[in-house]
């Protein structure tokens, strides 16, 4: 389903294999939460997924991809040292450990879900901005309404020919 809805002709993308059941639950262990419905079905169909802009010739840019979804272990990784970071830091303007953040736009804020033990059917895409006093605003409510809007703003950002090429 999200392969046929994410990868689009004429756009290079990496995806990673399948994530296997166990790796999916080492997410929710490792973060105590329950993983939404989408973003596990996505996984499980592609652990991480990016656009590919390497050999492009991008003004004032060394970025090589373009993250649309992290892979289950970069999930892990970037929420805890988000939560670690927090605590250390104990400003407590954001708690991170009451969300699920699944990537990092281009301009560094944060995609993600309220965390649930519970597995509660809260779709909401949340977005967050580091370093900004604020709490998360919504930003879509569902996982393929989040993507597809990232999908059509990247095509903007970039420019029509940048998709042409790759």
């Excluded at 939460?33 to 840019?61: H, K, Q, W, Y």
């Excluded at 944060?110 to 965390?115: I, P, Q």
């Excluded at 649930?116 to 370093?131: K, N």
Aim: overall charge negative.
């Amino acid at each position: 389903m999200w392969d046929r809805f994410i990868l689009q002709p004429g756009l290079s993308f990496w995806v990673g294999d399948k994530a296997p059941r166990q790796e999916l639950k080492e997410v929710e262990q490792a973060l105590r939460v329950t993983l939404p419905r989408s973003l596990r079905s996505f996984l499980a169909e592609m652990d991480g997924c990016s656009i590919n802009l390497a050999g492009l010739e991008l003004p004032d840019s060394d970025r090589q991809k373009v993250n649309v979804v992290w892979s289950c272990r970069e999930v892990i990784a970037r929420n805890v040292a988000l939560r670690e970071e927090e605590a250390q830091a104990g400003n407590g303007y954001m708690a991170h450990k009451d969300m699920l953040w699944f990537v990092a736009q281009p301009d560094g804020d944060l995609a993600g879900f309220r965390a649930t033990i519970d597995g509660a059917p809260d779709s909401t895409i949340f977005l967050y901005s580091p370093g900004h006093p604020s709490e998360p605003r919504p930003q879509a409510v569902s996982l393929r309404q989040y993507l597809m809007e990232r999908l059509r703003l990247y095509r903007q950002e970039y420019g029509r020919d940048l998709w042409e090429m790759i």
